[in-house]
């Protein structure tokens, strides 16, 4: 009886030892396929934002806005171009010129949407970032006029002279779930899904509509994950 207590222990012993580390070889390849995936669907947003600021740094280079005359009929030509290019990449709501003091004179929208000619940005402590640091800075998630959260990019104008000298910002604005659900499945909870927290981790992007907006970190975002 003993000879078979022992022997049933041993077998019972070695099967749960071999079961546990093939449930451990199968958890550790699914975090690296997961890992794997994700770092791809990053670098494809990457690359797909640093087009977009291509674009706006030769809109900025261009010989009308170098020399300040946002509201001339060039200037609204190629900012025209540009929307065109850009919403070819990904869908964009609208594309504007700021002058120095954050306000817009020149603009291109989606239709159906204002354009807010003459309306001062500046408020936005992001194009104020941009215009200081003479930089491209993207915003974190707003929301817009028509309840959709969004992500802004302002990219100043330089005029490359002597000194540097800022004369103007141009900003675009991108709904976030039409730009982020070219990567992923962002609707439907039931499958493999993206979410996507900005700089702060609220949540821009999530098939839970209720989750939207809110912290990552956050009670019911935690309860409900």
Known sequence: MLTISISFALFFYFQNQTETEIKESIFEQQKKNQVDKTKAIAENVESTLNLIMAKLEGLSSSEALQQGDFSSAHAGEILEDRFGQIDDITPIDRLFILDEKGIAKRAVAKEGLPQY??????????????????????????????????????????VN??????????????????????????????????????????????PLKELVGKPFFSYETQKIT
């Open 117 to 158: 000619i003459g309306v001062n940005f500046n408020y936005f402590e992001w194009i104020r970032r941009s215009k200081d640091t003479l930089s491209p800075v993207f915003s974190d998630t707003h929301i817009g006029r028509d309840g959709k959260y969004k992500i802004g990019l302002a990219y100043p104008v330089v």
């Open 161 to 206: 002279n002597t000194r540097e000298e800022h004369v103007g910002s141009i900003v675009v604005v991108i709904p976030a779930s039409e730009f982020f659900k070219h990567f992923g499945n962002i609707y439907d909870i039931k499958s493999s899904y993206l979410s996507v927290l900005d700089s702060k981790a609220v949540q821009i992007v999530h």
